[in-house]
């Protein structure tokens, strides 16, 4: 690895070409419309707000950290060359179960160089975006990892749930129904509990990456991150909660939620590329220290429409890597390769290819991806196509569907699957379930022989022509430029 915390990230990017920095942008709208854009433009820099008005030069954000595939590599403490596949490859061979690391956890650490507790606790100290103009709020709570234990089993999980700032010393703290995080706070709040809750709002891009990605449940982020690093993860306790937070972390709130202390929360612009709802009763975190280093640096990841969104670009490699370890483990032969596209925020469109082994081969693999862990939340399309198809590339995967998919006998419709709030094709009134479309998009089984001859190169084929000619491939401005 070549960073421990946050800052040396980004000297690391630095001294590859993918920082800038920027002075004089204003929270209360330059920020989050920069952001916007940046996310909108395929291969721009990560960019360092500074000199924010309103607050003292050293108050940094940092937006777009993971947005290309060398950021993630290097994330990952990879080659920044690396391809795709490799990339995912390597990804899952550092996040095999034998390979995790209890964290170590120190006595002290940077964060608290500065302390709020009680009556001094104002979280309005940290220039917190307006990331968008219909939002009910600021969210310090973008680029952010929610840190919560399990009462019963001691597990530690860290989670990214949007956080609003109410006021000086209150935060609402939404968590969708059936993440890890919310299966924590209701059994506190069963019990009549509150429930401790340690909200990082800056940290490397390693653990807000493990915070966005399915690991497996009673697995702790910090063990996972541990593994990519091969050694462990330094923490160190929160003083009121006792709750481990990364010891690199630039900001920390501490505190805990209340299930009989609501707010109204949102509206926010979210992943699906549309304002959620404002939330009519949501928990509010009433919170009893803040801690953070000498001139902080808040991470910032705020949704944009899709294809739009840090965690859609690198999630593209990584869940998709995930998943393919996830079907591959049911033993079904013939899988080739697998995508979670970014313009469904990989979550709403995900496709494999497979080289047909028997009949019935397409329809096993296509209805194991719909219920595999990692595709379960709010999905929707899912297909299965051929071995020839590229399925990095949207239009070689509709064109799979458009010529070998005839719906009255490759589409099935599978009902009452895992849905929530955020999902903006459902009726408002009941959002708990949606249905998943499956497209057998393979030639047929009994007949795949005779079936057409296709133009064209195939997926390596295509791979490697990239990687030989990409440079004529370029925007013919690009080319002009280079030269």
């Known amino acids: 690895m070549e960073y421990t915390d946050l800052r040396e990230w980004i ?142 089993t001691g597990w530690l999980n860290l989670g990214c749930y949007r956080v609003m ?26 019990r009549g509990e509150p429930c401790p809750v340690a909200i990082v709002c800056g940290m490397d891009p390693l653990i807000f990456a493990s915070s966005t990605l399915e690991v497996p ?26 709750l481990p937070v990364p010891a690199s972390s630039e900001i ?15 509206p926010f612009g979210e992943w699906t590329g549309y304002y959620g709802d404002l939330r009519p009763a949501e928990p509010v975190m009433t919170v009893e220290a803040v801690y953070h280093r000498n001139d902080p640096i808040m991470l910032g990841v705020p949704p944009n429409k899709p294809p739009a969104y840090d965690p859609y670009l690198y999630r593209e490699y990584l869940r998709a890597a995930l998943l393919l370890r996830e079907l591959r483990g049911t033993g079904i ?51 299965v196509v051929d071995e020839d198809v590229d399925v990095t590339d949207l239009e070689d995967v509709l064109w799979a569907i458009l010529t070998r998919a005839d719906p009255a006998r490759a589409v099935d419709i599978l009902p009452r699957m895992l849905s929530g709030p955020l999902d903006p094709a459902l009726h408002p009134d009941d959002k708990r379930y949606n249905s998943r479309m499956l497209i057998d998009a393979c030639k047929p089984w009994e007949w795949k022989d005779r079936f057409p001859k296709a133009l064209g190169p195939d997926a390596k084929t295509k791979a490697e022509t990239r990687k030989k000619w990409g440079h004529l491939l370029a925007p013919s401005s690009s080319v002009g430029a280079a030269s």
């Open 165 to 190: 700032i109410h006021d000086e010393k209150n935060v609402g703290l939404y968590i969708s129904p059936g993440k890890h995080g919310r299966q924590m706070r209701d059994k506190y709040f069963d």
């Open 333 to 383: 032969p013939g899988i080739v390769d697998l995508n979670c596209f970014a313009v469904g925020g990989t979550r709403l469109f995900n496709v494999v290819s497979i080289e047909q082994k028997y009949a019935g081969h397409a329809r096993q693999t296509l209805h194991a991806l719909a219920s595999c862990n990692a595709a379960s939340y709010m999905g929707r399309v899912v297909a």
């Open 11 to 152: 000297d690391a990017a630095d001294a590859i070409g993918e920082l800038r920095t920027v002075e004089g942008a204003s929270w209360e709208s330059d920020i989050g419309e920069i952001s916007e854009m940046l996310i909108h433009t395929l291969g721009a820099p990560t960019v360092l707000f500074d000199e924010i008005p309103g607050y003292p030069k050293g108050q940094r954000i940092l937006v777009n950290a993971n947005a290309t595939r060398s950021r993630l590599a290097l994330t990952l403490g990879l080659p920044t060359e690396i391809e795709r596949r490799p990339l995912m490859d390597e990804f899952l061979r550092l996040t095999e179960s034998d390979r995790a690391f209890e964290p170590e956890v120190l006595d002290d650490a940077p964060m608290f160089e500065n302390v709020q507790r009680g009556g001094d606790v104002d979280v309005y100290t940290f220039p917190t975006p307006q990331w968008h103009p219909e939002d009910g709020g600021r969210y310090i709570g973008t680029g952010v990892a929610i840190v919560t234990r399990d009462p019963d």
């Open 252 to 266: 920390v709130l501490e505190g805990y939620i209340h299930g009989d202390k609501m707010k109204p929360e949102g």
């Open 217 to 242: 449940f009673g697995v702790s982020e910090y063990e996972w991150c541990g593994a990519i690093r091969g050694e462990p993860y330094r923490v160190v306790n929160a003083p009121i909660t006792g």
